[in-house]
Structures are given as structure tokens and as C-alpha cells.
């Protein structure tokens, strides 16, 4: 079945940097959208940032020139470079994949931006 495993989250300064990953397993990695939201406390779900089959990456406005998106097909894996962390980055961020018409969910993990 469809797995996808966060890590990488935990506690970091403002201004620091953390890299998320997300380990895919029983689809074909490869050929898959991936992409990364989040949800702050008390907010709803906020799509971060996604890379297509073919490497092209988006970005949400004020994730722009902060974070980066990446992937390693040998791996299965889909990264998540955030630098220049703000507090309002606070958040679990899940990854997540399309496959069809069906998304599927990690479980997410959680980042804190504070000092």
C-alpha cells in the first residue's frame, strides 16, 4: 500500500534551517506529483510547495526564495529545504502524493520555528 514517512521537523531558532524528507513506498515514485503542505496551530491546510515527474517546482508566494523543493528518484524521497525559518512557519508539515485522481497523506511532522 501507499506509505509516505516524514522526518526531519523539530525545534529550531528563526532565522535557522531545517530539511524535511518524506520516504514514499508501493506506488511508482517516480512518475508522481509530490508535494508539501502544512497546518499551523488553529489554521486550516496550506499548500507549501509540489514537484512534478519531471522535476518542475512551485512554491507558495511567501515561500518563495526560502524554501526548496527537491527529489531523488533512487531514493524515493522528497525533500523540503527551509531556510530563514520565520515563527509563523510554526507548523506540521505533511507530504503528500497524487496518484490519479487520489491523494495520499503522511503523517506529517512537526516544525517549530522559536527561541
Known amino acids: 500500500q501507499v506509505q509516505l514517512v516524514e522526518s526531519g521537523g523539530g525545534l529550531v531558532q528563526p532565522g535557522g534551517s531545517l530539511r524535511l524528507s518524506c520516504a514514499a513506498s508501493?506506488?511508482?515514485?517516480?512518475?508522481?506529483?509530490m508535494s508539501w503542505a502544512r497546518q499551523a496551530p488553529g489554521k486550516g491546510l496550506e499548500w507549501v510547495s509540489g514537484?512534478?515527474?519531471?522535476?518542475?517546482?512551485y512554491y507558495a508566494d511567501s515561500m518563495v526564495g526560502r524554501f526548496t523543493i527537491s527529489r531523488d528518484n533512487a531514493k524515493n524521497t522528497v525533500y523540503l529545504q527551509m531556510n530563514t525559518l520565520k515563527s509563523e512557519d510554526t507548523a506540521v508539515y505533511y507530504c503528500?502524493?497524487?496518484?490519479?485522481?487520489?491523494?495520499?497523506w503522511g503523517q506529517g511532522t512537526q516544525v517549530t520555528v522559536s527561541s
Open positions: 503528500k502524493a497524487r496518484l490519479g485522481m487520489n491523494d495520499h
Open positions: 508501493g506506488f511508482t515514485f517516480s512518475s508522481s506529483a
Open positions: 514537484i512534478d515527474s519531471g522535476g518542475n517546482t
